[in-house]
């Protein structure tokens, strides 16, 4: 997947999560401020730099994400930190910092950067080593299901949706969230819709779906057909009946069939037993 944007994204929006990741305090988040940097006559560009907004805050932090092997990324790190220091302020403060999904993709040659690699201000992230995110720390959750495998991603993402919104955080703050899980889960399923995740994470009402929305029309329009030869009630019955075998056919679940429609579980268990005329 994708990470340079997603990440930036991330960390732009919560950045406090960048500073605990760093071994500082969501206070100092407050101090930083993000930019992505590029010197378009050299195309180098880093994926993330923040900033101090007062000179005493502390150093800057250059952020590169890598998950993909390369024995040339501490080479381009290298050349980045030049750049950054040449086209900025040569006196500023730094510490690189380097975010891989695991360390086995990280480059094996590391002697010709021990200088860096052994200073303190170069400092690796392996997203797999991290501790296990608890409960409440959606941000850390959402880290690890940028590294999973994506039906792994599923279920953690599955999981998580309902503990963000049952948590105490701020509507827009948990709205944020939800998104990011969403983001991740568009990433690691590029061939499903926006609409098809959101039903699978079940973070709207099913009937504000495409798949709901195409299995209604379609089933309201048979009901119709048929209703004018049974009479209105049983025709909405038909309707009824025909939307659910739609959505049966999209691969809802029989609960969420069950609310949408109004007819009873037992019913729909029925109606995916017995073939269609």
């Known amino acids: 997947m994708k990470s340079d944007p997603l990440l930036f994204q991330f960390f732009s929006d919560l950045p406090n999560t960048f500073f605990r990741l760093v071994g500082r305090s969501d206070e100092d988040a407050k101090l930083y401020q993000l930019k992505a940097i590029e010197y378009k006559s050299t195309s180098v560009r880093l994926d993330g730099v923040f900033l101090p907004k007062k000179p005493d805050a502390g150093p800057a932090y250059l952020w590169e994400t890598q998950f993909y092997h390369s024995e040339k990324f501490y080479a381009n790190l290298w050349t980045k930190i030049g750049r950054f220091l040449e086209h900025g302020d040569p006196s500023q403060e730094w510490i690189a910092v380097a975010i891989y999904p695991t360390r086995a993709i990280e480059q094996k040659n590391l002697s010709p950067y021990r200088s860096l690699l052994n200073s303190d201000q170069f400092i690796p992230i392996y997203l797999d080593e991290l501790p296990a995110a608890k409960a409440d720390e959606f941000e850390f959750g959402i880290l690890e299901l ?3 495998k994506p039906q792994e991603a599923l279920v953690k993402a599955k999981a998580m949706v309902p503990r963000v919104q049952a948590s105490k955080r701020p509507l827009t703050y948990r709205q944020m969230l939800i998104q990011f899980i969403e983001t991740v889960i568009v990433h690691q399923f590029p061939e499903w819709t926006n609409e098809e995740i959101e039903t699978m994470l079940q973070v709207t009402d ?15 329009e048979e009901g119709r057909e048929e209703g004018r030869e049974e009479g209105i009630e049983e025709g909405r019955e038909r309707e009824r009946v025909n939307v659910a075998r739609k959505l049966l056919e999209k691969g809802l679940s029989i609960a969420d069939i069950a609310e949408t429609t109004g007819l009873t579980q037992a019913q729909i268990r029925k109606l995916s037993k017995k073939p269609r005329k």
């Open 146 to 148: 940028i590294t999973a």
């Open 206 to 220: 099913v009937r504000q779906t495409r798949v709901f929305k195409d299995a209604h029309a379609e089933g309201r």
